[in-house]
T-cell receptor, first 116, second 111 residues
Framework: KAGVTQTPRYLIKTRGQQVTLSCSPI?????VSWYQQTPGQGLQFLFE???????NKGNFPGRFSGRQFSNSRSEMNVSTLELGDSALYLC???????????????FGQGTRLTVV | GEDVEQSLFLSVREGDSSVINCTYT??????LYWYKQEPGAGLQLLTY?????DMKQDQRLTVLLNKKDKHLSLRIADTQTGDSAIYFC???????????FGTGTRLLVSP
């Protein structure tokens, strides 16, 4: 069974631009979560989608947004990029239901975004 | 509130046992996880434990949970050089489907 696929793996953008990152979850998984990883702040939760609905959101500005499609694939968008947005963006997929293995979250390889 | 703490660094010799510790503050945490991250890679789920369990064993990995002290540990038996990585503990309240990660412990295994 294929794992979580994130594209692209690497991106370089200029301040002020916007960027869209993509995540394809494991087949059958309906929950997709996004995390930002930086050396200073560590791993921080951005948001989680389940069946095309955002169920939970972290403490990030409105420049960070996401969506989920009917096939569970998800995209994350960052507008008006700032230097501080440089990070590894990780997405995770899970069954998204309560109980045991339903909560296991499997991560993709991440997208390394560099803002110059 | 939510806060997860880990020691930053652990160095062991190949063949020894490694113990990585984690403390958390959210008493409503339902599941606790251990992830491994190798350089340039995403996070690999190693194991998890439900909050009503004290211990879980999975091959070379043993997870111990002291819910009263909100302390979680991961023991790796017969540590190998391939175990060198950063290890993250994380907590989740299943009502929120959101993982709160610790700062990560860098494990260095020397031959």
């Amino acid at each position: 069974k294929a794992g979580v696929t994130q594209t692209p793996r690497y991106l370089i953008k200029t301040r002020g631009q916007q960027v869209t990152l993509s995540c394809s979850p494991i087949s059958g998984h309906r929950s997709v979560s996004w995390y930002q990883q930086t050396p200073g702040q560590g791993l921080q939760f951005l948001f989680e989608y389940f069946s095309e609905t955002q169920r939970n959101k972290g403490n990030f500005p409105g420049r960070f947004s996401g969506r989920q499609f009917s096939n569970s694939r998800s995209e994350m968008n960052v507008s008006t990029l700032e230097l501080g947005d440089s990070a590894l963006y990780l997405c995770a997929s899970s069954l998204g239901r309560r109980g045991g293995a339903n909560t296991e979250a499997f991560f993709g390889q991440g997208t390394r975004l560099t803002v110059v | 509130g939510e806060d997860v703490e880990q020691s930053l660094f652990l160095s062991v010799r190949e063949g020894d046992s490694s113990v990585i510790n984690c403390t958390y503050t959210d008493s409503s945490s339902t599941y606790l996880y251990w992830y491994k991250q190798e350089p340039g890679a995403g996070l690999q789920l190693l194991t998890y434990i439900f909050s009503n369990m004290d211990m879980k064993q999975d091959q070379r990995l043993t997870v111990l949970l002291n819910k009263k002290d909100k302390h979680l540990s991961l023991r790796i038996a017969d540590t190998q050089t391939g175990d060198s990585a950063i290890y993250f503990c994380a907590e989740m309240n299943t009502g929120f489907q959101k993982l709160v990660f610790g700062t990560g412990t860098r494990l260095l295994v020397s031959p």
